[in-house]
Nanobody, 119 residues
Framework: QVQLVESGGGLVQAGGSLRLSCTIS????????MGWFRQAPGKEREFVAQ????????YYIDSVKGRFFISRDDVENTVFLQMNNLKPEDTAVYYC????????????WGQGTQVTVSS
């Protein structure tokens, strides 16, 4: 089992930046993929970005491309989501998740961190 703990959320004005962190502990493999999801009030949870741990290949949804950047720290076992030029529509609870190698579903989730962007 993997434990994920997010931090770094908060209240920011439109155009501002935040960096989310997700600390990983437990049975984690370098062949895993780490992702960030978000859920806005009244909406379904949506995928935001992912990174393959070993190769560092990143993928983003179109709405955050060029504004959000996912990265990982091999030493601290932490994955980050740098969010720039934030917009009110980015307001959501952001979740970190893990997908194991050869598995299609995201099987471990953090508790979430609130990001609120004011206009």
């Amino acid at each position: 089992q993997v434990q994920l703990v997010e931090s770094g959320g908060g209240l920011v004005q439109a155009g501002g930046s935040l960096r989310l962190s997700c600390t990983i502990s437990g049975r984690f493999s370098t062949f895993d993929t780490m992702g960030w999801f978000r859920q806005a009030p009244g909406k379904e949870r949506e995928f935001v970005a992912q990174i393959t741990w070993r190769a560092g290949n990143a993928y983003y949804i179109d709405s955050v491309k060029g504004r959000f950047f996912i990265s990982r720290d091999d030493v601290e076992n932490t994955v980050f989501l740098q969010m720039n030029n934030l917009k009110p529509e980015d307001t959501a609870v952001y979740y970190c998740a893990r997908r194991a190698q050869f598995v299609s579903n995201w099987d471990s989730w953090g508790q979430g961190t609130q990001v609120t962007v004011s206009s």
